[in-house]
């Protein structure tokens, strides 16, 4: 009985092991082990060897290549925060800034080394709209995401000026950070603030003031207007006398101011 068992187990465990040589062949690309001398074992363990030494080189090569890849992936960053003409700061959850690009530099009047690690907030924010700027980081940083919001800013020397500024969230495992987007529409106001004024002339204006079409059609006109209008027989809508309807086109055609003088009523 002990004898049966044995040739049992053994039988067993040769079929199995041929499996293990067969598959290791086809694994390894044996294609006849007649055809080659030498223990078959020791040439399977070889060929494994062969294989963990390609697979260590593969893996070597695979790290190298991706370390090159990251540099790269880190030298085209700074380029972009470099030359970025608008202000580019990532901070972390709590408002620490983290990166801080040249054109913020020379907005704010800060250094990279002075404004990493500090709060953004109580650094570039007026004390007024902090509070503000805390919840938009808090909860409206997704609401944000694409879309710009207005702000007043504040340079280094105290200097407030408006800002256009919109935050892009940045899911890191474990955390959370925020890019922030800031752009100086100082300039932009101003022209806004003149065009309302230019705007408001007209009806302050003690002279008459209207605004006519390429068609002749009157469209706007002030209140010191009505004379004229009355002297014309015509009001908002409708066209000017043939003369001075052509007056208008002529003008326009010829890209020219042209001045001229009228009696009506004293």
Not at 38 to 62: T, Y
Not at 83 to 98: F, K, Q
Not at 104 to 129: L, N, Q
């Amino acid at each position: 009985v002990f004898t049966a068992v044995i040739s049992l187990i053994s039988i067993r465990t040769n079929r199995l092991l041929k499996r293990i040589e067969n598959f290791s062949r086809e694994a390894l690309d044996i294609k006849n082990p007649n055809d080659v001398g030498g223990n078959q074992l020791v040439l399977i363990e070889d060929r494994v060897s062969q294989l963990i030494r390609a697979v260590m080189s593969s893996r070597e090569q695979l790290n190298k290549r991706h370390a090159i890849e990251l540099r790269e992936s880190n030298a085209l960053k700074a380029a972009v925060l470099s030359a970025a003409l608008d202000c580019i700061i990532t901070i972390n959850r709590v408002g620490e800034i983290l990166e801080f690009n040249p054109a913020s530099e020379k907005m704010f009047g800060f250094t990279y080394d002075e404004a990493t690690g500090k709060d953004m907030v109580k650094m570039i924010i007026p004390s007024e709209y902090r509070a503000g700027m805390r919840q938009h980081l808090v909860d409206g940083a997704e609401s944000l995401e694409g879309r710009r919001a207005e702000l007043v800013a504040m340079r280094r020397n105290g200097e407030s000026f408006p800002v256009e500024f919109t935050v892009s969230p940045i899911q890191l495992e474990g955390e959370i950070l925020f890019t922030v987007y800031l752009h100086d529409i100082t300039e932009r106001k101003k022209a806004e603030e003149e065009i309302h004024s230019l705007a408001k002339f007209p009806g302050e204006s003690p002279s008459a003031v209207m605004r006519v079409n390429h068609h002749g059609v009157i469209i706007y006109v002030n209140d010191a207007s009505k004379p004229l209008l009355d002297y014309w027989a015509c009001s908002i809508g409708q066209t000017l006398p043939i003369f001075w309807k052509q007056y208008i086109v002529e003008a326009l055609e010829k890209h020219i101011v042209k001045d001229t003088e009228l009696i009506c009523d004293g």
